[in-house]
């Protein structure tokens, strides 16, 4: 009967590297925030007197806000009520792209509000040079639309984060996936 062949595996003798401390740089709006935001912003809509019998419309389609409203002076009022939602909502404004406004020949006005979810290349730029500009003793990566930091100390991925949150960016971070 032949021996089995025993190697460092079966003994436990092997040990793999743990993974360094890491944490992901994301820019991400909750999208039932959103779906509120936009509910309540339907809501006061219908009850509002100056929109009583006019053809004001919200529709939202995934990260988009659409506004149409019979005249410029409705949209803008239609806009002042979305963005006051949304920013009860405590969703950051640097989110929130406001598309300029279509008038037609009638004068029907229509309006996009963008919701930007993720952070895009140019901005996942600013955010690693200004990380490799600090000199911490960390590295970063951009992977599709997050920026990945990963370093030999929890303590300096948390010092990291303090000057990242303390610097102004186009877009509203948070941290996610921080794991040791």
């Known amino acids: 009967m032949p021996t089995p062949i025993l190697n460092a595996f079966h003994f436990g003798l092997v040990k793999y590297p743990s993974p360094m401390p890491s944490f992901d740089i994301v820019s991400e709006v909750n999208s039932m925030e959103i779906e509120n935001a936009v509910n309540t912003a339907r809501k006061e809509l219908v009850n509002r007197f100056d929109f009583k019998g006019s053809k004001a419309e919200i529709v939202l389609e995934k990260n988009e806000i659409k506004l149409s409203a019979e005249d410029q002076f409705r949209m803008k ?104």
């Not at 996942?124 to 992977?143: C, E, N, P, S, W």
């Not at 991925?157 to 971070?173: D, K, M, N, W």
């Open 77 to 180: 009022q239609l806009v002042e009520i979305v963005m006051g939602k949304i920013a009860r909502r405590n969703i950051s404004l640097k989110n929130v792209e406001r598309c300029p406004t279509d008038l037609s020949p009638l004068g029907h006005a229509r309006q996009v509000i963008k919701i930007k979810q993720g952070i895009e290349t140019e901005v996942a730029k600013q955010i690693t040079g200004f990380v490799r500009d600090g000199k911490f003793k960390v590295t970063t990566q951009i992977q599709e639309s997050q920026v990945r930091v990963t370093g030999k100390s929890r303590d300096e991925l948390q010092t990291v984060i303090a000057a990242v949150r303390a610097q102004e960016f186009p877009v509203a971070l948070q941290f996610q996936n921080f794991r040791d």
